[in-house]
């Protein structure tokens, strides 16, 4: 299929970009990598009536740690922070999400901003924000604002965004304390995940663990925490007993709703709880 007719514009400044958003008050969408905004397009499940291309848009581009924070601009390919060694570095836990994102292809169009904005539900990169407590930085014409990750998905395909508003980056915690891990089941390599889990932790050398961060994505409407999981191992010791009782309690806590031809809510939720109990004990390891 063909996308519906739409006008094309490639500011070259924020400004205009903010310029363009408020005029339309809905009817503008920003293209930055496409690869989730075209092929709504070409279905026609999406119809903008004008596309706000970010490419001359330098400020867009930025990828550094400053002051604690990993800060990712709009226009930032996931292949540019995949490779990044800043990235690995300061966030191991989005390098690590990264190469499951899509094909190789997709990664070096697609953005990481985008696809955090794009709140698919089966995506790796909301949930890796929800896990490590990402700020987005977000614009209009009139203000400036930040949303945590814990408030910023409200649905599927559904932000906090206002219709005059961009997310202009997202910034993630930097730091090499924690212990990560990420694991997805999918149909096939590259494939939307039927189920995921994502997760942070820290441990002391008796093997006690802290600061755990767990979030499932694939199974429901939003990327969910963990949170009676994460009391469970909070201070503890990862026994088998333990992790016996993370996927148990995963299973029978996880908000499955997405049921399609790969997999229903009661399939999602006890893949949900295996994989929980991989990555904690990957991480506890």
């Known amino acids: ?17 903010l310029r363009i958003l408020d005029e339309h008050d809905g009817g503008a969408r920003v293209l930055a990598g496409g690869q ?11 119809r ?21 924070v990993l800060r990712i601009g709009a226009s930032v390919t996931q292949h540019a922070a995949e490779t990044s060694d800043e990235v690995a ?8 999400a990264l190469p499951l994102v899509g094909h190789l292809q997709n990664r070096a169009r697609g953005t990481v901003v985008g696809s955090i904005a794009h709140a698919d539900p089966s995506a790796e990169l909301p949930a890796v924000a929800l896990v490590l ?14 949303i945590p990750a814990d408030q910023f998905f409200l649905g599927p395909f559904t932000t906090a965004l206002e219709p005059d508003e961009m997310l202009l980056e997202v910034r993630f915690p930097a730091g090499t304390a924690a212990r990560t891990a990420i694991t997805e089941i999918a149909p096939r390599s590259g494939d939307f995940a039927i189920a995921g889990a994502a997760g942070r932790l820290t ?9 755990v961060a767990l979030a499932l994505f694939g199974v429901g409407a939003v990327p969910q925490r963990l949170p009676e ?20 309690i995963t299973t ?30 990957e991480m506890a390891a």
């Open 1 to 17: 299929m063909k996308p519906p007719p739409f006008r094309y514009a490639r500011p070259d400044s924020l400004d205009e970009v």
């Open 36 to 46: 989730s905004l075209i092929p709504l397009l070409n279905f026609r499940l999406a």
């Open 48 to 68: 903008p009536e004008v596309l706000v291309d970010i490419a001359l848009v330098d400020e867009f581009s930025r990828l550094a740690v400053e002051d604690g």
């Open 89 to 96: 570095r300061h966030c191991p836990l989005l390098s690590k």
């Open 133 to 146: 407590g990402a700020t987005m930085v977000v614009r209009s014409v009139a203000a400036e604002r930040t």
């Open 203 to 211: 441990a002391t050398d008796d093997g006690t663990v802290a600061n």
């Open 229 to 248: 999981v994460e009391r469970l191992l909070e201070g503890e010791n990862v026994t088998p007993e333990a992790l016996d009782e993370a996927a148990r």
């Open 252 to 281: 029978a806590t996880a908000e499955a709703g997405s049921e399609d031809v790969h997999a229903d809510p009661a399939y999602r939720a006890r893949v949900a709880g295996e994989l929980t109990r991989r990555i904690v004990e």
